[in-house]
């Protein structure tokens, strides 16, 4: 009987690509194990949308081949990661959680997916999405209760990570799809810095908001993966040509300075649940004199609406052959938003972009005394039953705001299921946020044992 600790894919993704590198570990065997925690367990979770085991197997052969014969490897060599089902691949389908893309197939990779194979890595298959990654959820169901919902819209990616299914995957969050599924399933959930990683070749919603984010079981690995895809790309006018820091390494190193961090409470505190509350309020009181609570000004409370005006104008624009094409296979909050979104009036569409400067502006502040912001990822625990994704409330103004976020899985609510802890970073400082997430992460830890 194999050993549970010992098995390849209970390794995080950083040992197993050191393993792989070194020769102690193949992809075939770790690529094998993850199909066979997916046999056991799909049934119950249903994370994905399309899976071929023999195509997973030939990558990861591949892989061991290429190292056998010693070509260079990258960082991901033989670490198979999942997709998100709106991220266009070249040999598999990408359906955008729609029976209207059935079957739908793209003749080119997403751009991460390039880099993604560059550095090694085994794409596993597609992740279940939610319709057009909007409200109407897909069939995945939460791993820790499967009669509580995962989250979404990056459901299937959260899932599978916090099944252990497969050590990594992408997502993308436009509100609350990262943050917020990555707290209902007790894994950690990054949403970088909007801009720092392309969009091309995946469904667009709202480009001021659109941003691609990453599931993982630690701080580390969630850099590691970042790392890999991050970076300019010219068919993204939101990337920038500049270098992006070494976010794995910075992570995983000693602040020079105890990090210092802002309780920011938010404008829908009250929307929390008591377990929510209690748990952040215990976590500031551990932190001690390393945290104060921070009272934002009352401009920010305006971020929900300027991200609703944002959100579903950018449906009417990218979402519209959809609503011509198919508006009877769409769900009716899908087709509500569409027509809300034709109502928008560029004047307002305009001083909503215009307001992301002006917010980001009085978050400097904030990040000139404290390293991190500390704030709910959700409401609370994952609600019961599977008509809904839950409230992306807590997500919202960072969303707006393009800011670096994760969820840390650090609570547990009344019903026994993870609550996450959300640390938010200044825009553009990522490596600072995951350092200072890592440093909390162990804190905690080490507290607990």
């Not at 050993?3 to 065997?29: H, M, W």
Request: hydrophobic letters at 40%; charged letters at 20%; a negative charge.
């Amino acid at each position: 009987m194999v050993d549970q600790l010992a098995s390849p894919e209970n390794l995080s993704a950083a040992e197993q690509a050191a393993q792989i590198a070194a020769g102690s570990l193949r992809s075939v065997e770790l690529v094998e194990r993850c199909l066979d925690r997916i046999a056991s367990s799909e049934e119950a979770v249903q994370a994905w949308t399309y899976l071929d085991p023999d195509y997973a197997l030939k990558q990861a052969q591949e892989r061991d081949e290429q190292r056998g014969l010693g070509f260079p490897i990258g960082p991901l060599h033989g670490v198979p990661v999942g997709l998100k089902d709106i991220i266009d691949t070249a040999d598999m389908p990408t359906e955008n959680g729609t029976v209207i893309d059935a079957g739908r197939k793209s003749r080119n990779d997403a751009t991460l997916v390039s880099r993604l194979r560059a550095a090694g890595a085994v794409i596993l298959g597609k992740t279940v999405t939610t319709e057009l990654a909007f409200y109407a959820p897909g069939k995945t169901r939460n791993p820790h209760n499967p009669e509580h919902t995962p989250g979404g819209s990056s459901s299937g990616s959260a899932a599978a990570v916090a099944a252990w299914q497969v050590p990594l995957a992408v997502g993308t969050q436009t509100n609350g799809s990262v943050i917020r599924p990555a707290s209902f399933c007790g894994v950690v959930g990054y949403k970088p810095t909007h801009g720092l990683i392309s969009r091309h070749g995946l469904l667009s919603q709202s480009p001021p908001l659109d941003t691609v984010g990453v599931f993982a079981r630690s701080v580390e690995d969630a850099g590691l993966l970042v790392d890999v895809i991050a970076g300019y790309d010219p068919a993204d006018a939101h990337t920038r040509p500049m270098a992006h820091p070494r976010l794995q390494e910075t992570a995983r190193s000693a602040p020079p300075l105890r990090p210092s961090f802002a309780l920011v409470k938010g404008p829908t505190w009250e929307a929390a649940s008591a377990d929510t509350r209690d748990g952040l309020e215990e976590l500031r009181a551990f932190l001690g004199e390393a945290c104060d609570e921070v009272a934002l000004p009352s401009a920010f409370a305006q971020a929900h609406d300027l991200l609703r005006l944002l959100m579903v104008a950018g449906f009417a624009k990218n979402l519209a052959p959809y609503y011509e094409k198919g508006w009877d296979q769409l769900s009716d909050v899908m087709c509500a938003a569409i027509e809300e979104g034709r109502k928008v009036l560029a004047v307002d569409y305009n001083l909503a972009v215009e307001w992301i400067e002006v917010l980001n502006a009085g978050l400097g502040e904030v990040f000139e005394r404290y390293d991190a912001i500390l704030t709910p990822a959700a409401v609370g625990e994952a609600p019961q039953g599977l008509s809904s994704t839950g409230d992306p409330t807590f997500c919202t103004l960072w969303s707006l705001c393009g800011t670096p976020a994760v969820t840390l899985p650090l609570l547990q609510g009344g019903a026994g299921l993870p609550i996450g802890v959300q640390v938010v970073g200044r825009r553009g400082d990522d490596a600072r946020l995951l350092r200072a997430a890592h440093w909390l992460s162990a804190q905690v830890a080490a507290d607990s044992e």
